[in-house]
């Protein structure tokens, strides 16, 4: 089974302008998560989508928005960008069989703001 | 604030050392994950505990979930250079399901 894919993998962009990252979940899985991570703060949860419909959200401007589609795909959008975009953004899936909740991470997406 | 602190954020240690790493919440979680993450990639799930007091052994890993399923420990036997990486805690709780926190990590080098 292919696990979580993130395209692209870098992104070089400028300041004030949008970027669109996408991810493709495990075969199955529904659930779909994005986290920012930073060497400062972490891994931060951006948000949560489950069924096209977001189900969990962090505490990030509404700069930072997400939609899932109806074969689980899903994409991230940033708009505005700050130099404190600059990250790794991170994809991950989740089966959600109700019993534990277990992600899978995809390679992540190194975006880089000038 | 982190809602799972882990500790130590950094550890050196020689090849065949044991190493622990603690994961600990005033919070009680649904279930916690340990994850293992090298730079550049995405955390590689290592194992998930459930049930309190649950001890799960992976080859020379052990983990181990509290009683109380507040914290949580991970043992490494025998380190080798191969464990390298950045070991991360990340629990649910059961009023926010699908959204999973993660600890600050903990830095393990291992040098042979």
């Known amino acids: 089974k292919a696990g979580v894919t993130q395209t692209p993998r870098y992104l070089i962009k400028t300041r004030g302008q949008q970027v669109t990252l996408s991810c493709s979940p495990i075969?199955?899985?529904?659930?779909v998560s994005w986290y920012q991570q930073t060497p400062g703060q972490g891994l931060q949860f951006l948000f949560e989508?489950?069924?096209?419909?977001?189900?969990n959200k962090g505490n990030f401007p509404g700069r930072f928005s997400g939609r899932q589609f109806s074969n689980s795909r899903s994409e991230m959008n940033v708009s505005t960008l700050e130099l404190g975009d600059s990250a790794l953004y991170l994809c991950?899936?989740?089966?959600?069989?109700?019993?534990?909740?277990?992600?899978?991470f995809g390679p992540g997406t190194r975006l880089t703001v000038l | 604030t982190q809602l799972l602190e882990q500790s130590p954020q950094f550890l050196s240690i020689q090849e065949g050392e044991n190493l622990t790493v603690y994961c600990n919440s005033s919070?009680?979680?649904?279930?916690l994950q340990w994850y293992r993450q090298e730079p550049g990639e995405g955390p590689v799930l290592l194992v998930t505990?459930?049930?309190?007091?649950e001890v799960k052994k992976l080859k020379r890993l052990t983990f181990q979930f509290g009683d109380a399923r507040k914290d949580s420990s991970l043992h490494i036997t025998a380190a080798q250079p191969g464990d390298t990486g950045l070991y991360l805690c990340?629990?649910?709780?059961?009023?926010?399901?699908?959204?999973?926190?993660f600890g600050a990590g903990t830095q393990v080098v291992v040098t042979p």
């Open positions: 991950a899936s989740s089966l959600d069989s109700g019993l534990a909740y277990e992600q899978f």
């Open positions: 075969s199955g899985h529904r659930s």
């Open positions: 989508y489950f069924s096209e419909t977001q189900r």
């Open positions: 919070s009680v979680f649904s279930s």
């Open positions: 505990v459930v049930t309190g007091g």
């Open positions: 990340a629990g649910v709780q059961a009023d926010s399901w699908g959204k999973l926190q």
